[in-house]
């Protein structure tokens, strides 16, 4: 199971750490994505992280490069996303996600969901 926290309220131009917590997952072996969703709009993927010899890959898409990182601690079975200069249209309720092996921008390649957080971030 993934429970995804750390959502909230917050200004443009402040930051905020989301938390996935992950349990009855052994993270050496998964993936982990977050994906976003705003109101009225698709699912979209905002992060991926893996893990493969002993070294993260983390993947950024391009509207977060340079603002959010995303990191884990296999030994907490934790992965986090920090999102900084945040804009109104970061407003939207992340997920994280789960798969075994290597990581993906396709939500419908992830089985295992948390059940989002909100984050709003008002101008």
């Known amino acids: 199971q993934l429970q995804a926290s750390g959502g909230g309220l917050v200004q443009a131009g402040g930051s905020q750490r989301l938390s996935c917590a992950a349990s009855g997952l052994a993270l050496d072996y998964y993936a982990i994505a977050w994906f976003r969703q705003a109101t009225g709009k698709d699912r979209e993927p905002v992060a991926t992280?893996?893990?493969?010899?002993?070294?993260?890959?983390?993947y950024l898409v391009d509207s977060v490069k340079g603002r959010f990182t995303v990191s884990r601690a296999n030994a907490e079975n934790m992965v986090y996303l920090q999102m900084n200069s945040l804009k109104s249209d970061d407003t939207a309720v992340y997920y994280c996600?789960?798969?075994?092996?290597?990581?993906?921008?396709?939500?419908?390649?992830?089985?295992?969901w948390g059940q989002g957080t909100q984050v709003t971030v008002s101008s």
């Open positions: 996600a789960a798969r075994r092996g290597s990581s993906t921008l396709y939500r419908r390649t992830y089985p295992y």
């Open positions: 992280i893996s893990w493969n010899n002993g070294r993260d890959y983390p």
